[in-house]
């Protein structure tokens, strides 16, 4: 008898020995970082229980003790203040920073861009292909803008060009509505602040023509150039006759260039047989086109032309003989380019 109670005296203490051992390894993983070779995202579904929770990344090889990361989130009374939401979980961090992740809300955020210049059409067709994105609309929206709370306003130009972040599960058209509302911020500003000699309506006027502006450079800094040159033209009485917005009313027939019956060819979009500004914004264009535009660059140049320099800059001319000149000099270097040499 006395043999067999000291053989279960020595199992108990043996058990207590290993849950002792268990207990301190499990204390000890709390502070150690976690063993992946790359971050790997985790959804925590709305009212999953936290043991749950513990199991799944258990078994993902995420956490090597889920039972004491279970212990140590109801010891300290958080395992049912964990927040629901995807996560990224990185190599290096700890089962306890892990938790102090979820309990934050620290959920991942994807990102969205949308691209100076672009047209609405190029940004729905970004978002389908967006896989973070929830499209809940089709690809061709009947009337976007109504869909998103806007009755009556046209969709083109009502997107501000930036990055946004939004978590998993966020649909197309929450983006939208928050990619709407930063416009709608950055134009009240802009309007606001405005030159007070900005010869404009009002400011559906600076955002049409702040989309022609954005259209016509890629350099920053001609921006406002641009815009004194166009709003020059139309404080003399002069046609805009801007290319891009005659390539917007062109839509899918436009090949890659302007032709001379494109040109001649009138319709609501056509800047070069109608005066004023088109009756929508032709793009979306960028916070800075749009900054630009409410602060001009005063000028006394009407025409422009491309420099030749390859950087994108141009030659702004307030004649018809300098435009000429202008003109001979690129054709020039387009043709001392195209037989090998070096331009002038």
Sequence with gaps: MRRAARL????????????????????RSLDQPLELSAAIRYKVVPGARFVRVAADLGALGVLPYP???????????????????????????????????????????????????????DMLAALHRNPDVRVTLPAQPEDLMATLGFEGLAAEGQFLP??????????????????HAALARELAADWQGRDPRLALADPAALLTLASIVEKESAVAQELPKIAGLYL????????????PTVIY???????????SVDLRTDGPYNSY??????????????????????????????????SGKGDGT?????????????????????????AGGTPP
């Design 249 to 259: 009313g062109l839509k899918d027939r436009y090949d890659g260039s302007l032709h």
């Design 314 to 338: 141009h030659v702004f001319s307030a004649t018809l003989a300098e435009q000429n000149a202008a003109v001979a000099r690129y054709l020039a270097i387009q043709r001392q380019k195209a």
């Design 67 to 121: 039972r004491a990361w279970v212990w140590f989130a109801r010891w300290k009374g958080e395992a049912a203040t964990v927040k629901a939401g995807e996560y990224e979980i990185e190599p290096g961090l700890t089962p306890r920073s892990l938790l102090a992740k979820m309990v934050k809300g620290e959920v991942l955020l994807h990102g969205f861009t949308i691209v100076d210049g672009w047209r609405v059409e």
């Design 8 to 27: 279960a005296l020595l199992g108990c203490l043996l058990v207590v020995a290993l849950v002792a051992i268990l207990a301190w390894l499990g204390v």
């Design 273 to 306: 047989t109608r005066s004023g500004l088109p009756p929508t914004p032709i793009c979306l264009p960028s916070a800075a086109a749009l900054r630009a535009t409410a602060h001009p660059e005063q000028s006394d140049a009407v025409y422009f032309v491309a």
């Design 232 to 243: 020059h033209r139309l404080t003399l009485g002069m046609r805009l006759q801007a290319d």
């Design 162 to 179: 930036q990055t946004y972040k939004f978590e998993s599960g966020t649909t197309d058209v929450q983006l939208l509505q928050q990619a």
